[in-house]
């Protein structure tokens, strides 16, 4: 079965510290898909990131940075110079390949609190 | 904004009650999903549609039912509500024809209120 586990439930921060969210993921697919939303306190689901499982390359996108490793099957999410607008929480999710589309299965989602 | 549409965003209502939320996916996508977010469950997959078809089913009780209509909008029915009803209704919509896109966008949701 697969399962996400986001073990940190909670994460405050001074503004301008960095802060890694960590993400673990079971599956017994070999071809699958991992995500990061994002959920500000408005309550919509924002789409940060997808990556595949036969592609380890890290990737950066401005202060956000996304780590994943399969053979830890860890996907971790790290802000640099955090600030007070990523106060959201913030959901790892997982999916099996398929054409048209299949559900995400989520962690239960870390809070981050960035004050200044 | 996502492109995905949901109304009404907000939804107060008694319990015993039916109530319809409304989908609109992104322009072109086939695929529509609905997930229910509540404080003790999280976020769970309830159902999928796909070009008007059922295709998965998830956590979704037996009081609860969707579809997608031929212009893929799509509506989730829920009736006989209880309190533990109450949450927030997610839409979410993916797959282009002929250009798979496996992320997920979401709509705002709808928050129901079960008193």
């Known amino acids: 079965a697969q399962k996400v586990t986001q073990a940190q439930t909670e994460i405050s921060v001074v503004e301008k510290e960095d802060v890694t969210l960590d993400c673990v993921y079971e599956t017994r697919d070999t071809t699958y898909y991992l995500f990061w939303y994002k959920q500000p306190p408005s309550g919509e689901l924002v789409f940060l990131i997808r990556r595949n499982s036969f592609d380890e390359q890290n990737e950066i996108s401005g202060r956000y940075s996304w780590n994943f490793q399969k053979s830890t099957s860890s996907f971790n999410f790290t802000i640099t110079a955090s600030q007070v607008v990523d106060s959201a929480v913030y959901f790892c999710?997982?999916?099996?390949?398929?054409?048209?589309?299949?559900?995400?299965?989520f962690g239960k989602g870390t809070t981050l609190s960035v004050s200044s | 904004d996502s492109g995905v549409t949901q109304t009404p965003k907000h939804l107060i209502t008694a319990t015993g009650q039916r109530v319809t939320l409304r989908c609109s996916p992104r322009s072109g996508d086939l695929s529509v999903y609905w997930y229910q977010q509540s404080l003790d469950q999280g976020l769970q997959f309830l159902i999928q549609?796909?070009?008007?078809?059922?295709?998965a089913k998830g956590n979704i009780l037996e009081r609860f039912s969707a579809q997608q209509f031929p212009d893929l909008h799509s509506e989730l029915n829920l009736s006989s509500l209880e309190l533990g009803d109450s949450a927030l209704y997610f839409c979410?919509?993916?797959?282009?024809?002929?250009?798979?896109?496996?992320?997920?966008?979401f709509g705002p949701g709808t928050r129901l209120t079960v008193t």
């Open positions: 999710a997982l999916s099996e390949a398929d054409q048209a589309g299949t559900a995400l299965i």
């Open positions: 549609y796909y070009n008007g078809e059922e295709r």
């Open positions: 979410a919509s993916s797959v282009v024809l002929g250009a798979p896109a496996y992320e997920q966008y």
